[in-house]
């Protein structure tokens, strides 16, 4: 199957004095329509990778492409624009508008594509809220919802504008293991029925063990790459 | 745009008491601007009223040798001609003479007017606290201090020498005041006739007197009423020229009041600047994950332009109306022992329309750094700091 996400020779440095090197070196795919787990330890530089996957950061040397575009030589605003259409964002974090009820939230991404929400588009937000079993909570507000309905707010926005790659930190970071166990479910699902490619961080062992394919990151390298 | 406006508005809805607080602050600055503001404005027109509102602000003498007007219907027609620029138009005949009362002499001036032109001047009718203005010849009125001074009363007859030698006998027919302890105590006020002859000046007159309906621009109407006239003996003065002490303490007034306002406002532009600066830093989760979505920078910074302007327009209608109250309760409570207001408060409605339009301009221009602040924030920087 063709590769969504290619990275070639990714390097990353942070610092302006002292430079400290993240990732080295690292060559990458991800095919469309899989379901991938990174794991690695806290400061391996998953998490950089994965927002150098999600265009939020920028490679110090080497190119990304999506959906064979090459991304790392974007402006931002040809970026935003990709983020908005290719993409949807699960972070260990809600990152909730506390402003806004739950289905305002999942409706965001669509109101930045374009303000006008259509009938089919307020049908598939209904739709993912059915899913993620928050019919009952749509209209309230975002922190009125407990801690497990606010994260499958967040997953329900990832998924409004039918993005084709899903990139997840930890989302389950936050919560007890029955509510995890049920989140994989769901972002398991969607995957199967919708085609979507999903790149998912975690250190969850067990998670991990479910997925296609498991890549570990150890000290700004590839250390393991299986797939089942 | 739409989003961002959305956004703003939710924004705002969301800190209630932010909002409030800021709404609050952009309106007391605009209030205290629109209240000291139409106090500055109504303290300089009652000044400029009582000063010069009853007196000569453009007045046409002769450099002839007399120093007399000698075809002064002409003269007056040609004044007259600028009208509505120029308003009550008036001839005047004066001259110097010496009052013998009992026991002692006084310096006085002789004032012949057309009482009826004159006294939309002077306004001497109203001036007038006993008996009458005078009508006929050999009537005069004096004022309040010489009467004091001379023990004159109304039925009097008072002697009057010209400075040639003559004298002339008057009968007292009124008493004025024209709140001016200097004009009371000096002008003996009687018809043109009366003084023509007096001292001497045949049919000329000394002197044509106008008022202007904008006071400030008497020294350019007085020039264009100089091309106009056709006899080019004659010389036009105005009360800036002869006043000019009075002019810069109304303009050092006009300018401290500016001044006062100036900086009111960027008081108020700081103020709200600093408060949405900070209300970027308090979302700056929410921008970041609006940006990890998508929402581009452009629209992101205008979320915070809709916020000022929004927080602008509330605050300048919530100030006007707070100003008009100050101004209200100062006309109620700031009075004199009469009942009149200490200061009259002059309602210019140009002036506010434009300080609310200041504030919503100022408000915008506030927001323009948080919106600054907010386009350059990388939504990295939220996500990895949690």
Same mark, same amino acid.
């Given at each position: ?70 991304? @790392? ?11 908005? +259409? ?70 329900? +926005?990832? *998924? ?69 | ?62 450099? #002839? ?28 005949? @004066? ?82 005041? *024209? ?27 000394? #002197? ?39 002019? #810069? ?37 929410? *921008?970041?994950?609006?940006?990890? $979505? ?15 302007? $929004?927080?602008?327009? *509330? ?72």
């Amino acid at each position: 199957m063709a590769d969504i996400v290619r990275l070639e020779e990714i390097d990353k440095f942070y610092g302006e004095k002292i430079k400290t090197q993240v990732l080295f070196d690292v060559n990458l795919t991800f095919e469309e329509n899989s379901f991938n787990s990174i794991i690695g330890q806290s400061g391996s530089g998953k998490s950089t990778l994965l927002n150098i996957v999600g265009t939020l950061d920028k490679p110090t040397n080497g190119r990304v492409y999506i959906n064979d575009r090459r991304t @790392d030589t974007m402006n931002p605003v040809q970026l935003a624009d990709l983020r908005n +259409r290719t993409m949807g964002f699960i972070f260990q974090f809600h990152y909730l508008l506390p402003e806004f009820t739950a289905k305002e939230n999942v409706l965001m991404p669509s109101r930045i594509m374009n303000y006008q929400v259509t009938t089919e588009i307020n049908q598939w937000a209904d739709e993912l809220m059915d899913l993620t079993g928050l019919t009952k909570v749509k209209n309230n507000m975002a922190n009125a919802m407990s801690g497990g309905q606010q994260q499958r707010t967040a997953i329900a +926005r990832a *998924l409004i504008n039918k993005p084709s790659i899903v990139l997840a930190d930890e989302p389950t970071g936050n919560l007890d293991s029955d509510t995890s166990e049920n989140i994989y479910g769901l972002l398991r699902d969607i995957n199967k029925e919708y085609g979507t490619t999903f790149i998912i961080i975690t250190h969850d062992q067990r998670i991990a063990e479910k997925t296609d394919r498991i890549v570990e990151i150890k000290d700004g390298r590839i250390n393991l790459d299986v797939k089942r | 745009m739409r989003l961002a406006f959305k956004i703003a508005l939710r924004f705002l809805k969301s800190g209630k008491g932010q909002t409030i607080l800021i709404v609050l602050g952009i309106s007391i600055g605009v209030a205290v601007q629109l209240f000291i503001g139409s106090l500055i404005q109504g303290l300089q027109i009652n000044l400029v009223n009582t000063t010069i509102g009853s007196s000569s602000q453009v007045t046409i003498t002769s450099t #002839s040798e007399d120093k007399l007007i000698d075809n002064w219907d002409r003269t007056l027609y040609e004044a007259s001609l600028f009208s509505p620029d120029v308003i009550n138009v008036s001839v005047a005949a @004066d001259g110097p003479a010496t009052i013998d009362y009992e026991t002692d002499t006084a310096q006085v001036l002789i004032r012949g007017f057309n009482i009826q032109d004159s006294n939309e001047i002077y306004k001497i009718q109203e001036g007038i606290y006993a008996g009458r203005v005078p009508e006929r010849k050999d009537e005069v009125a004096i004022g309040r201090e010489l009467s004091l001074l001379a023990g004159i009363e109304t039925g009097d007859r008072i002697l009057v020498l010209n400075p040639g030698g003559g004298s002339a006998r008057f009968d007292v027919t009124g008493l004025y005041d *024209l709140g001016v302890s200097s004009i009371n105590e000096s002008w003996i006020i009687t018809n043109l006739q009366t003084a023509q002859d007096f001292l001497g000046m045949g049919d000329k007159v000394s #002197s044509v007197e106008m008022q202007v309906s904008e006071v400030f621009e008497a020294d350019i109407i007085g020039e264009r009423i100089v091309y106009a006239l056709s006899d080019k003996s004659l010389r036009v003065d105005n009360w800036k020229d002869q006043n000019q002490s009075l002019l #810069s303490g109304l303009n050092g007034q006009s300018v401290s009041s500016y001044m006062i306002q100036v900086f009111v406002l960027v008081a108020v532009l700081l103020g709200i600047s600093s408060v949405l600066a900070i209300s970027v830093v308090q979302r700056s989760k929410q *921008l970041g994950i609006l940006k990890a $979505m998508g929402i581009k920078d452009r629209e992101a910074s205008l979320i915070f332009v809709f916020q000022g302007l $929004m927080l602008g327009i *509330l605050g300048a209608i919530m100030g006007v109306a707070f100003g008009f109250g100050l101004l209200y309760s100062f006309t109620k409570f700031a009075v004199n022992p009469d009942g009149s207001p200490v200061v009259p408060i002059y309602i210019n409605y140009g002036f506010i329309a434009l300080s609310g339009m200041f504030a919503v301009a100022s408000a915008m221009i506030a927001s323009l750094i948080p919106a600054r602040i907010s386009s350059r924030l990388n939504p990295i920087e939220v996500i990895k700091n949690g």
